[in-house]
């Protein structure tokens, strides 16, 4: 009885961590999702704040966030685009998390400084080379297909611009070995051997502290000759 009583436990286990791990990807309104939105709100909070500071913006820059999860990168970001042309452009696959944005940032979204769209990265309703900057955390594992949605992403930036994207390899690694996020391609050098593969150069990770916190940065800059 104990090794059956067990085996349910297991069982009921992995289950838990697989629906948590596909609310991570895409959360939804709902009581998991609720519990998801959460824990980005306190987990992220650093390296969303982090990736923008890294991306070095500028009063007139366009800026786009890639899984703009509840909002926070997208409040850090704004102020820091105070030009006349600067714009800055969020992007999220789960229809909850716009919706959490949209409410988050709603005053800039009216003021015209905002535009979010709920759409995937790999078919992103922005212009070619338009783009100067890029930031995104905890998001390319989730992407279905990494070099589909790298060459999306390289699309839309102009020439020379920067992509930061941050992480804490050791938690990802954890996340990934109980089963909560996808392991084909996880792993900092798979993304940065697709980024290199797909035109990017100057491609490189750095280990970073913000108030005695570790985590991880990957540049990027978009290449077109």
Same mark, same amino acid.
């Given at each position: 009885?104990?090794?059956?009583?067990?085996?349910?436990?297991?069982?009921?286990?992995?289950?838990?961590?697989?629906?948590?791990?596909?609310?991570l990807?895409?959360?939804?309104?709902?009581?998991?999702?609720?519990?998801?939105?959460?824990?980005?709100?306190?987990?992220?909070?650093?390296?969303?704040?982090?990736?923008?500071?890294?991306?070095?913006?500028?009063?007139?820059?366009?800026?786009?966030?890639?899984g703009?999860?509840?909002?926070?990168?997208?409040?850090?970001? &704004?102020? $820091?685009? =105070?030009?006349?042309?600067?714009?800055?452009?969020?992007?999220d696959?789960?229809? @909850? #998390?716009?919706? %959490?944005?949209t409410?988050?940032?709603k005053?800039?979204?009216?003021?015209?400084?905002?535009?979010?769209?709920?759409?995937?990265?790999?078919?992103?309703?922005?212009?070619?080379?338009?783009?100067?900057?890029?930031?995104?955390?905890?998001?390319?594992y989730?992407?279905?297909?990494?070099?589909?949605?790298i060459?999306?992403?390289?699309?839309v930036?102009?020439?020379?611009?920067?992509?930061?994207?941050?992480?804490?390899?050791?938690?990802? &690694?954890? $996340?990934? =070995?109980?089963?909560?996020?996808?392991?084909?391609?996880?792993?900092?050098?798979? @993304? #940065?051997?697709? %980024?290199?593969?797909?035109?990017?150069?100057?491609?490189?990770?750095?280990?970073?502290a913000?108030?005695?916190?570790?985590?991880?940065?990957?540049?990027?800059?978009?290449?077109?000759c």
């Open positions: 009885m104990q090794n059956i009583a067990e085996f349910i436990c297991c069982f009921c286990l992995v289950m838990l961590l697989s629906k948590l791990g596909k609310q990807g895409r959360p939804t309104q709902s009581l998991a999702g609720w519990f998801i939105t959460k824990t980005l709100v306190w987990h992220n909070r650093v390296l969303e704040e982090n990736a923008v500071r890294l991306c070095g913006i500028r009063p007139d820059d366009t800026v786009l966030e890639l703009h999860g509840p909002g926070l990168g997208l409040v850090a970001a &704004a102020p $820091l685009l =105070s030009g006349p042309k600067g714009k800055l452009i969020g992007v696959y789960s229809e @909850y #998390m716009h919706q %959490l944005a409410k988050r940032v005053e800039l979204i009216a003021c015209g400084k905002v535009t979010l769209h709920h759409s995937s990265v790999a078919a992103m309703p922005i212009p070619d080379n338009s783009v100067d900057k890029v930031y995104h955390c905890n998001c390319y989730f992407w279905p297909d990494l070099r589909e949605g060459q999306e992403i390289l699309r930036m102009k020439s020379g611009g920067l992509m930061v994207t941050t992480m804490r390899v050791h938690r990802v &690694a954890h $996340l990934v =070995s109980r089963g909560a996020i996808p392991s084909q391609h996880w792993h900092p050098e798979t @993304y #940065m051997e697709a %980024l290199r593969a797909s035109g990017f150069t100057d491609v490189y990770m750095a280990d970073k913000d108030g005695g916190r570790n985590f991880q940065a990957i540049f990027a800059k978009a290449s077109k």
